[in-house]
């Protein structure tokens, strides 16, 4: 017997929506909160330092760079880089737009390299295809929690004279070859939006053993201002000099003193989202029309997303009607990403279009984010099964 689909006016499997991420905030982050409030700092005080510190000490680099959001932690990327005008960096098709976006700012060209089919990592082989003279840096995306092949991505930075920078923001605790991400590529950017590892609310972090990049880009959180101690000895305790165009991408006190409360509960919260995934692993091993993305043994996985395509063929609808079915029943399924050379923006910008990146634009087209996040119950995780068996059930051949 097929249950009745809630779309078609069936019980749904949840009276609530079940997002696919939620942040998990506990007393001690708000004691820790509080006690900030009460200290008299609120925005760059001695918090940040120390958020900056433990956190360098989890990755495993010389430095951390704390600023105001993953987003700003890219463009001082780039920035500490001096990509211009002229220059290409290559990024992944199948990311969150912010990859691309910190080319441009910095006047620079995104070129679009495809992902592998099967675990939708930027691949190697036609990263090297989109190598031009100009191209100046890489930056790979750790797609869903899952460490890019970085044997691959580092030797061809290495022979071709390119920057690896690594945008972690999905796989804060994922470890490739005994190294936390974040210790692997040159530059490694994290950012501690409510859905990612850990929540500051808008934050991000910057990781490397580069001394001189982390100074470059400390300068370029706070509007391009050094204040060189020897030079406010000599000119005043007031003096500071603006040395070059900077942003106000500060993170604030309270924001790092959540940050360093959060962090002290990440092993405990990724191996609850290892957890959840081998259910899911488990649940749909033999499923005809629904298969997770692969899993390369040479990385242990973040699970920031869980991510499963829809085999094409074997069923009765597309994944728009899958969505919409799911969504009904109750479970906050998502797509994580449109293609961000098939953005109008980009497509009108930078001449970018349909067929660029092909095996980017096919899973674009089967994808669905199941929900995964530490606090998630056994019962959510089954809701989450019995759903997905529930509609698929009802629209198979
Ligand atoms: C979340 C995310 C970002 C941007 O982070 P914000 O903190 O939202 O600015 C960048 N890249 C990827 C892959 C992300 O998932």
């Not at 990592?121 to 995306?141: C, G, N, Q, S």
């Not at 939006?193 to 053993?209: L, N, Y």
């Amino acid at each position: 017997m097929v249950e009745q689909l809630a779309m078609h006016g069936g019980r749904p499997v949840r009276a609530q929506l079940l997002p696919y991420g939620r942040q998990t905030i506990d007393d001690d982050d708000i004691a820790a909160m509080s006690a900030i409030l009460r200290s008299g700092w609120l925005t760059t005080g001695p918090t940040v330092g120390e958020f900056e510190r433990v956190f360098a000490d989890f990755v495993g680099t010389r430095e951390a760079v704390a600023v105001s959001n993953g987003t700003a932690a890219l463009h001082a990327c780039t920035y500490a880089l001096g990509i211009g005008p002229g220059d290409e960096v290559i990024v992944p098709a199948m990311t969150f737009a912010a990859t691309a976006n910190c080319i441009v700012y910095q006047g620079g060209k995104p070129v679009f390299a495809d992902v592998h089919p099967d675990t939708l990592l930027i691949d190697p082989i036609d990263v090297e295809k989109k190598i031009t003279p100009r191209t100046r840096a890489i930056i790979a995306v750790d797609y869903a929690g899952q460490p890019c092949n970085y044997d691959a991505l580092l030797d061809l930075a290495a022979s071709r004279n390119l920057t690896l920078v690594a945008d972690a923001c999905h796989a804060l605790g994922a470890e490739f070859k005994g190294k936390q991400a974040g210790a692997i590529a040159r530059l490694s950017t994290f950012s501690f939006h409510p859905v990612k590892h850990i929540a500051t609310g808008e934050g991000g972090m910057i990781t490397t053993d580069d001394s001189d990049l982390a100074q470059k880009m400390r300068t370029f959180r706070n509007h391009g201002i050094t204040t060189d101690h020897r030079k406010r000895e000599r000119m005043g305790t007031w003096a500071y000099e603006m040395v070059d165009l900077g942003y106000n991408y500060r993170i604030t006190d309270i924001q790092c003193a959540l940050g360093i409360s959060q962090l002290k509960k990440l092993p405990r919260w990724v191996t609850r989202r290892r957890e959840i995934a081998r259910t899911y692993q488990e649940r749909f091993a033999n499923h005809p029309a629904v298969l997770p993305l692969k899993v390369d043994p040479a990385g242990v996985h973040a699970y920031h997303l869980f991510v499963v395509r829809l085999v094409p063929g074997r069923l009765k609808a597309d994944r728009r009607e899958v969505f919409s079915a799911l969504r009904a029943e109750g479970i906050g399924v998502q797509v994580h990403y449109i293609p961000v050379h098939l953005h109008p923006y980009y497509q009108s910008r930078f001449g970018t279009g349909p067929g660029l990146c092909p095996n980017a634009e096919t899973a674009y087209e089967q994808i669905l984010s199941l929900p995964i996040f530490p606090s998630m119950t056994d019962a959510d995780v089954y809701d989450v099964v019995r759903a997905v068996h529930k509609v698929t059930q009802a629209y198979a051949h």
